[in-house]
């Protein structure tokens, strides 16, 4: 049995977990910084880097204590060298190169969207290459074709937001909180999409691409036309919309479906032979949007995946995992590896012209 250390760290969950060959989280620990970023409606970079400093190490500890492991029967570390926040990303990478020094194991360094693109892998034994993956997460929005370990195909990206930074700028407006997407869910859930008018960007455009600005602008207008203000002899005159705070969050969470849908049908008409569709990323951990995909891959006859929701959001053990996938190939790292801000899973995809076609 082979066992990787893989730790996460590009955002604000700080993560370690211990994966093994045969597809076993031995043990996981992630430690939200939520409360942290809660007053400032949103992540903090550099009171992120601060908390992984402090948090990370101990957090390992615990992870290989649980499993009653130590360095010496870890296989290999792999750690998360980006895209992300890049004070978050060092603090993982270099406790990764130091551990690797210590215990003159490999080091894998791993790109995040690698990461999630092969969490259904974790979870499903029999996902094969060449699968669809909508990956949908707080810092993107794409449709690749993973055609296998490093080899991925980007047929549709983001013009602008990302779906979950949609869904987190919608629970602002609507005073949920952070982090939203969980929020606008719970709240969608009382509503009634049918009472306020959406748009649905892109929809039925030629390339599967996605734009989500426009969407949230609209989810803003909605939301101040509830305040309208009603004077002296108008009073009444200028009634506010009949509709509540639940049926915009349900508006939104629809639009925001439908465009998945229909951009990831037309991503399905151009990829070619794939064995499954898959959703991951945070956005995934949504059960209306997952039972949307599930639904369109029965309609094109394919079989669909999603991760558990705990491996749709930001782990370790999905990179201890691509870690194993890479390990197995005989990859690892040299110590002087970068961390990277940005890191396009395929280098090779066109740039997206187009950028403020905010329809
Ligand atoms: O993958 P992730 O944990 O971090 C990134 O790599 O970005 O994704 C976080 C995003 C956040 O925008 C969060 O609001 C969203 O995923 N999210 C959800 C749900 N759970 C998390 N969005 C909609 N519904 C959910 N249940
Ligand atoms: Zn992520």
Redesign the pocket.
Known sequence: MRTVLGIES??D?TAAALVTDGRVILAQHIASQDDAHRPYGGVVPEIAARAHAERLAPLIAATLADAGMTLDDVDAIAATAGP?LIGGVMVGLVTAKALAMASGKPLIAIN?LEG?ALSPRLADPALAYPYLLLL?????CQILKVEGVGEYRRLATTIDD????A??KT?KVLGLGY????A??RLAAEGDAKKVKLPRPLLGSAEPHFSFAGLKSAVLRAKQAMAVPVQGCMAGSVAPPAYTDADIAAAFQQSAIDCLVDRTRRALGQAGEVTALVVA???A???A?RGALEALAAESGLPFGAPPLAL???NAAMIAWAGMERLELGQSDPLDIAARPRWPLDPDAEAVRGAGVKA
């Open positions: 590009s955002c969950e992300g995040h999630h949908v997460s707080g810092g993107h990302a779906l979950g930074e869904f987190d629970a982090p939203g997407g969980p606008v869910e990323g945070g956005v951990a949504n059960k949007v749709c959001t930001d």
